[in-house]
């Protein structure tokens, strides 16, 4: 069903999106962004690593039987693998998988609860960002780089803007799946070469240099003639690939699944609370516009699928700010995600029967 179709999209659409999204961009103005999102993206993995054992502690008062289990069942295992996820992505995550070795036959509750709680906190993020500037003005932030950012890509629009015809609208397909084809085919070689050297490490993940090159790419394209066909709305039609790719992740959700386990989706709710509280905190310490907040957040908990999603909602030129943090978290992913899983087992219950 819909996992052919989201497959497709993250395979293709995804980074096609990437490239229309960054090719208009000013990359030195990216860099100009300063400390603070960095500062988030790293906030927010430490709120992912603490998040984890704290939720398991709270939990192991209401009913312990939820956040015990022993050996391979044991739950700690099976939240090590949303760990991997949430600061990393799914290569992460199945690295998570197998060095921890979960029981199977629970593994798709674990996922189940990954996907539910992370499109909730997305589809948060998601209303924020069309009320920013309420936020901003709460965490008393300074959001004049980004301003600056967004208009000097709507001033370079504006300057360059014609009416499309039917060769423009070719153009940009043809960059777009230029440099994807490029991506693949470099992302293949590359993580072959860790495959077999590093097989556990998550870059020995086709899909990780596959958004590595993609941004890449579009961001080398930046500095060429190519970027006058933003003007004739390459980033537009990175957009109606990002709406797509949002509808296929839609389709993922396996809501049917959730209710079956209401008490883990809780646990991952009580996780997730405090990985937000923990944003929110140190947003409103270093007065860091909601922007960077929901970006450093998503580029953990989505990853690459994710964050330039939440990053276009506050404008499509940011995009791209997205997919950097992104990359990032993949590389911190299975470190990340061993430490929340040690500081998991060192709380987690011990349950002991009695018969």
């Given amino acids: 069903g819909g996992t052919n179709l989201y497959f497709v999209a993250s395979r293709y659409l995804l980074p096609a999106a990437l490239i229309l999204m960054t090719l208009g961009i000013d990359f030195k103005a990216i860099m100009n962004l300063g400390s603070k999102a960095l500062i988030m993206f790293l906030t927010g993995t430490v709120g992912v690593i603490i998040g984890g054992p704290i939720a398991i502690l709270i939990y192991s008062w209401i009913d312990p039987s939820v956040v015990g289990g022993e050996g391979a069942e044991a739950a700690w295992r099976g939240m090590a693998t949303i760990a991997g996820s949430w600061i990393g992505g799914g290569a992460n995550q199945n690295a998570?998988?197998?060095?921890?070795?979960?029981?199977?036959q629970l593994y798709g509750k674990m996922i189940v609860v990954d996907i539910v709680v992370a499109n909730m906190w997305m589809a948060f993020l998601l209303w924020a960002a069309a009320r920013?500037?309420?936020?901003?003005?709460?965490?008393?932030?300074?959001?004049?780089?980004?301003?600056?950012?967004?208009n000097r890509v709507v001033y370079y629009e504006k300057s360059i803007a014609k009416q499309p015809t039917l060769t423009d609208y070719l153009m940009i397909l043809g960059i777009a799946f230029g440099v994807v084809g490029i991506a693949h085919f470099g992302g293949e070689i590359i993580s072959g070469i860790f495959t077999e050297h590093y097989p556990d490490s998550p870059f020995a993940s086709s899909f990780l240099w596959l958004v590595v090159i993609a941004t890449t790419g579009g961001l080398?394209?930046?500095?060429?003639?190519?970027r006058k066909y933003e003007g004739a709305?390459?980033?537009k039609v990175g957009s109606v690939f990002i709406y797509i790719l949002v509808a296929t992740i839609g389709m993922k959700m396996e809501l049917a699944e959730a209710v079956k386990e209401p008490q883990l989706i809780v646990v991952g709710m009580i996780w997730m609370v405090i990985h937000a509280g923990f944003m929110f905190l140190v947003a409103k310490l270093i007065k860091a516009p909601l922007f960077f907040l929901?970006?450093?957040?998503?580029?953990?908990?989505?990853?690459?699928?994710?964050?330039?999603i939440v990053a276009a909602a506050f404008h499509p030129s940011l995009a791209s700010v997205g997919a950097i943090l992104a990359v990032l978290?993949?590389?911190?992913?299975?470190?990340?995600?061993?430490?929340?899983?040690?500081?998991?087992?060192?709380?987690?219950?011990?349950?002991?029967?009695c018969f």
């Fill in 132 to 150: 920013a500037d309420k936020f901003d003005r709460w965490l008393k932030a300074d959001s004049s780089a980004i301003e600056d950012l967004k």
């Fill in 294 to 308: 929901a970006v450093g957040s998503k580029a953990n908990i989505g990853g690459a699928a994710s964050a330039p």
């Fill in 233 to 235: 709305g390459a980033s």
């Fill in 329 to 353: 978290g993949y590389a911190l992913g299975t470190y990340g995600a061993i430490v929340c899983a040690e500081l998991m087992r060192m709380v987690a219950p011990q349950l002991v029967r």
């Fill in 220 to 226: 080398l394209l930046s500095t060429t003639k190519l």
């Fill in 96 to 104: 998570m998988y197998e060095t921890y070795a979960y029981a199977p």
